[in-house]
């Protein structure tokens, strides 16, 4: 009886020492995890590209190079890993330059994503660091899936977001830029009354009110959402800085959570939007799980928002400061897409990406083992002489512009490669368009990182009220 009792009495205090230890491990684990995916997913990589530019190394240079630096800042460095060859064993993987072989390492089945995976004790450390909140370069992403999984994803996506329903979303995109021209004429003016930060009041929002409509997002959070984008997409990025880091994890998880219930109410009630589209699309009787459309949905924003808020700011300055081109597409706008690439070329949005070997192999001529990571430079690559010629200059009438790799190559090109384009187009065109006289003022500040390449703040001033149409008439007569 007593030994009964006693293991009575022992279950009965087991119990609420055992939740107790519960809570404290949850409290341990809140307060570590973070700290363990920042060591791991950024001061590390961050120490080792410093460590190997203090050496010198080709590699360590350019990643490393300070954050915030305008790419034209690094074109003599791309030349200096063009010289040492197509291949180059830099401090901490092999790096690309060459138009060839960076498409070659993007579209061959011999390399994977998952360029952030670490292994061994870096690689546990991930693992058991690691939180389901929707990252965009995590699994089950299209960013970080290979087949049978992004087969699959990719087709049922783009089901949805095909060229026709870009082609849709054209007069929508259009309407959106006069409305967001006619917002900042009421609130600014034009007669000089500036300055305007154009990346805050126009190139940000336009990506951000299309890439809303686009997930069923109502207007009302638009500016909302326009925060949490900003912060989707420094997580694209490598080597933040701690609080920054957790300024970005807060956001996804603020984003995830709204995204999760968002979702749930397009399942019970449908909207037109392509969001919604997606969540009913299938093949074979099979569709997404929830976890894999919060990744897609996520991937859209994240992506969608950032690479069109660069291309739009990168392409201002550069038509800014190239006037001789921007006369150019004003007698002939039919040159505008043309222009779109060619502003992709020479500024791209995203720096680089990076491959894993996934057995042993060989580019031009190097043998590389597997597990070994291919850094590929896309700006340096849009810059080859063997493909571009005169590579430096920026010229909208550039017959190849399009051969440029900045959305990628092979299985991961960009989903949203039409979608960039199309809002470049019209959000470019519509902005000279209205303002005949725009100008930039001195200080433009480029955005505080590595590999995101795009304006964080580009203050102008609009010019004195009479557009382009109102001087000449239709552009081109």
């Known amino acids: 009886m007593l030994r009964l009792a006693n293991s009575g009495g022992e279950r009965r205090l087991l119990g609420p020492l055992r939740r107790v230890e519960r809570g404290v491990r949850d409290q341990v684990d809140a307060r570590v995890k973070p700290v363990v995916r920042w060591g791991v997913g950024q001061a590390l990589p961050r120490a080792a590209m410093r460590g190997a530019a203090r050496k010198g190394d080709l590699q360590g240079r350019l990643i490393g190079a300070s954050p915030g630096v305008h790419t034209e800042e690094l074109h003599g460095l791309f030349e200096e890993v063009r010289a040492a060859g197509p291949v180059h064993k830099g401090g901490f993987s092999y790096v690309t330059v ?76 259009e309407q959106i830029a006069t409305e967001l021209l006619d917002d900042l004429d009421a609130r600014d003016g034009r007669a000089g009354e500036g300055p305007v930060d154009l990346i805050t009041s126009y190139c940000g929002l336009l990506p951000v009110t299309v890439i809303s409509e686009i997930l069923g997002v109502p207007t009302e959070l638009r500016e909302w959402m326009l925060e949490r984008g900003a912060a989707a997409g420094a997580s694209l990025d490598l080597g933040l800085g701690w609080r920054r880091f957790r300024e970005v994890e807060t956001a996804l998880a603020e984003f995830d959570t709204w995204l999760t219930g968002h979702l749930k109410r397009l399942r019970a009630q ?113 810059l080859d002489p063997d493909v571009f010629a005169d590579p430096h200059t920026f010229d909208v009438t550039r017959e190849n512009a399009r051969e440029h790799i900045s959305f990628s190559a092979g299985r991961h090109y960009c989903l949203g490669a039409q979608l960039a384009r199309m809002e470049g187009e019209v959000g470019l065109r519509a902005v000279f368009d209205r303002y005949a006289d725009l100008r930039l003022l001195p200080g433009r500040v480029r955005r505080p990182t590595r590999i995101l390449r795009g304006y964080e703040h580009l203050p102008a001033v609009l010019g004195d009220g009479e557009s382009v149409d109102d001087r000449v008439g239709p552009i081109g007569a």
């Open 270 to 382: 449908p909207g037109d939007d392509l969001l919604s589209q997606l969540v009913a699309v299938s093949e074979d009787g099979r569709g997404l799980n929830d976890q894999e459309l919060r990744a897609t949905a996520g991937l859209v924003f994240a992506a969608g928002f950032e690479t069109t808020v660069n291309l739009l700011g990168n392409g201002i300055a550069l038509l800014c400061d190239h006037p001789d081109q921007l006369a150019l597409l004003r007698a002939r706008p039919e040159l505008w897409p043309n222009a779109v690439d060619e502003i992709l070329r020479l500024d791209p949005p995203v720096l680089l990406t990076g491959r894993v070997a996934a057995r042993d192999t060989e580019v031009a001529g190097v043998r590389i083992g597997e597990g070994a990571v291919v850094t590929t430079v896309l700006a340096a690559a849009n």
């Open 98 to 173: 060459s138009h060839q072989h960076v498409r070659e390492v993007l579209s061959s089945n011999d390399f994977r994503t998952g360029i952030l995976e670490g292994r061994g004790v870096i690689g546990r450390l991930g693992a058991w660091s690691a939180t389901d909140v929707f990252n965009p370069v995590q699994p089950p992403s299209l960013l970080a899936t290979e087949p049978p999984d992004h087969t699959r994803y990719r087709k049922l996506v783009t089901r949805v977001f095909s060229a026709r329903a870009v082609a849709g979303l054209r007069s929508r995109t």
